[in-house]
T-cell receptor, first 114, second 114 residues
Framework: DAGVTQTPRHEVAEKGQTIILKCEPVSGHNDLFWYRQTKIQGLELLSYFRSKSLMEDGGAFKDRFKAEMLNSSFSTLKIQPTEPKDSAVYLC????????????FGPGTRLLVL | DAKTTQPDSMESTEGETVHLPCSHATISGNEYIYWYRQVPLQGPEYVTHGLQQNTTNSMAFLAIASDRKSSTLILTHVSLRDAAVYHCILRVAGGNTGYQNFYFGKGTSLTVIP
């Protein structure tokens, strides 16, 4: 079975640019999560979808971060406009409904904003 | 806030059995004990979880103290691929609990010597 896939694996952006990160969850999973991981803050939730419906939208990130789930097998995270403080690893995870704590994570996208 | 305490680092030799301890003295009755691990440039990987009884799967054996205030993740016949940071976290499991943040503390960095 294919795990969670994320593209691109690495992204370099100039301040003010728009970038779009992509995620394909594990087939059959109902829940999808976007996180940002940094050494200082650890894992921060950006968005949480259940069966394509947005359930949780990390308050502090609403401004410039927008996650969408157009179908059950594909999600995007748009950051617009990017700022240097957005440099981090962005992780996507998915799980079965009812087993949301057993999350399967993708490899992440390492974003560097100059 | 981290509700778990783990040693910063441990070392083992290939082929040996390693015991990774975790202390969670203030665990609530409805909290499960989850273990995830993470290697550089990869997302966290689910290892195992349990509530009260010891559990085993292809990756590890989880021993939970009778008072649930501590647990030990036991890895048998460790290989170089088991070298990672292991995180012990508490979460209320179940499909209707809504989203809970992951708090990944420093975890235990396991070094495996060839």
């Amino acid at each position: 079975d294919a795990g969670v896939t994320q593209t691109p694996r690495h992204e370099v952006a100039e301040k003010g640019q728009t970038i779009i990160l992509k995620c394909e969850p594990v087939s059959g999973h109902n829940d999808l999560f976007w996180y940002r991981q940094t050494k200082i803050q650890g894992l921060e939730l950006l968005s949480y979808f259940r069966s394509k419906s947005l359930m949780e939208d990390g308050g502090a990130f609403k401004d410039r971060f927008k996650a969408e789930m157009l179908n059950s097998s594909f999600s995007t995270l748009k950051i617009q406009p990017t700022e240097p403080k957005d440099s981090a690893v962005y992780l996507c995870a998915s799980s079965h409904w009812g087993l949301q704590d057993t999350q399967y994570f993708g490899p992440g996208t390492r974003l560097l904003v100059l | 806030d981290a509700k778990t305490t783990q040693p910063d680092s441990m070392e083992s030799t290939e082929g040996e059995t390693v015991h990774l301890p975790c202390s969670h003295a203030t665990i609530s009755g409805n909290e499960y004990i989850y273990w995830y691990r993470q290697v550089p440039l990869q997302g966290p990987e689910y290892v195992t979880h349990g509530l009260q009884q010891n559990t085993t799967n292809s990756m590890a054996f989880l021993a939970i103290a009778s008072d649930r205030k501590s647990s030990t993740l036991i890895l048998t016949h460790v290989s170089l691929r088991d070298a990672a940071v292991y995180h012990c976290i508490l979460r209320v499991a179940g499909g209707n609990t809504g989203y809970q943040n992951f708090y990944f503390g420093k975890g235990t960095s396991l070094t495996v010597i060839p």
